[in-house]
């Protein structure tokens, strides 16, 4: 079976975000730049590109792990509805990986690396997902026997309901949606950079994981948030968007002076380095608590 | 392999268009800054930051400030319509040099472009090649 939503969205994404700038144009909420708004679509035009050309490298893995499935899942109403809310999972396991590991930190820094939070920044998309090899997570999917194509339309519709939430056209969804539903309230939180802000809300579809797993941070109404990443970007190149964290590690690797600093280089959360002189973000957290403790001592 | 060329071709016209759209909606922002908004914004960047001194380029994009907490030297400098912070210790920068009234900043981040920052006066300029060398 070959039917790819992301495909079929991609007219209604253009008229989306089209949408979206003439609102943000008369009605002034939002913000849109045209460098940063052509650096994004050029990111998600070569994601394409770059999916086109490496996505053997997933077939091929998923025909290394599927010979020793447990059982072969057929295609139906319900295991596309299973499948669905099993990926959503395992979209989360990466994404907090994304966050927490530098190595999957490097590719996932790309759309993460605009100041700006619009439907353009949807598709803001990494190009070094070959490098990473994230897939890994959709093991345990293959081997419980949910066949190939499955995955890849779950996880295309995954990707094309993550799109409308990257928007501050919306302010808060019904109670009800926000209390299950990934929306653009949540996501909002998951791209700011303030402090109390940092490493939540990394659901796809179901916010339900980051309130289960401890995650969860509401917008603060007092608190707008600011977009991008602890050390923004300069630039709006996109061969240096897309891969100047992979040029951060190997720069961190020639300079490395025993096992624990490539380890650490590699595997510790972004920011880490040997002598503490950079900032995770649980120190930059830390660091504004304690700040705001001094402030304000009665709170 | 024709029609993926088509496909190609009309994706690539497809974000020209919205860009131009962009364009035509909302025009090339600049961003400009005052002594206020730079610490504003560093104090978003860095949790405490305490201003010290401080010294806005003639252009009004770009400003150098001093946490008076540690003597720390930031940069903050507009990049579309919006600003990116740096600290400018010795690590970060690559070269450091003064050109009259103007800065030239080098950095050892290479996502960061190289940066002249024109101020008013010479003196100014001297006072923070000075700073710069000490932070």
């Known amino acids: 079976m070959h039917f790819d939503p992301t495909q079929l969205a991609t007219p209604a994404f253009i008229l989306l975000v089209i949408a979206e700038m003439l609102f943000v144009r008369y009605a002034g909420r939002g913000r849109y730049e045209v460098r940063d708004m052509a650096t994004s679509l050029i990111m998600g035009f070569g994601s394409v590109i770059f999916g086109t050309v490496f996505g053997f490298i997933f ?174 970007l300069a630039t709006f190149n996109p061969f240096k968007v897309a891969f100047h964290e992979f040029v951060g590690i190997a720069k961190d690797l020639a300079s490395a002076r025993s096992l624990r600093d490539v380890v650490g280089y590699i595997f510790a959360p972004p920011g880490w380095s040997p002598d503490g002189s950079r900032e995770t973000s649980d120190a930059i957290k830390a660091r504004w608590a304690q700040y705001r403790n001094a402030q304000s001592p009665a709170e | 392999m024709t029609d993926q060329l088509l496909y190609l071709a009309i994706s690539l016209a497809g974000v020209a268009g919205m860009v131009g759209l962009c364009a035509l909606l909302f025009g090339r922002a600049v961003a400009t800054l005052d002594t206020r908004s730079a610490t504003q914004r560093l104090s978003c960047d860095v949790p405490g930051f305490r201003r010290g001194n401080s010294a806005l380029s003639a252009d009004c994009r ?74």
């Open chain 2, 62 to 135: 770009s400003a150098i400030l001093e946490d008076a907490r540690n003597g720390a030297v930031y940069l903050v400098t507009a990049r579309g319509d919006g600003f990116v912070t740096r600290r400018l210790g010795r690590s970060d920068l690559k070269t450091a040099s003064r050109d009259g009234a103007a800065l030239a900043l080098r950095f050892s981040d290479f996502t960061f472009p190289a940066a002249t920052i024109a101020f008013h006066d010479e003196s100014v300029a001297r006072d923070w090649e000075a700073r710069m060398g000490r932070a």
């Open chain 1, 59 to 232: 077939v091929w893995f998923a025909h290394l792990v599927m010979p020793y499935r447990l059982m072969t899942v057929a295609w139906s109403v319900p295991a596309v509805a299973l499948c669905f809310v099993l990926d959503d999972f395992t979209y989360y396991l990466w994404h907090r990986s994304a966050h927490r590991i530098r190595w999957f930190w490097a590719e996932h820094v790309t759309h993460h690396s605009s100041q700006h939070y619009n439907l353009s920044t949807a598709l803001r998309q990494p190009w070094g997902g070959f490098l990473t090899i994230g897939f890994v997570f959709k093991a345990p999917l293959l081997l419980l026997g949910f066949p190939l194509g499955m995955l890849a339309f779950v996880g295309g519709l995954n990707l094309v309901y993550q799109f409308w939430i990257h928007t501050e056209a919306i302010g808060k969804m019904p109670r009800w949606f926000e209390a299950v539903m990934n929306t653009p309230s949540h996501h909002r939180v998951h791209h700011a950079t303030n402090a109390r802000y940092l490493d939540s809300n990394y659901a796809g579809v179901f916010i339900v994981w980051d309130k289960l797993l401890g995650t969860f941070v509401e917008e603060d109404e007092a608190e707008k948030p600011r977009y991008g990443i602890v050390k923004n």
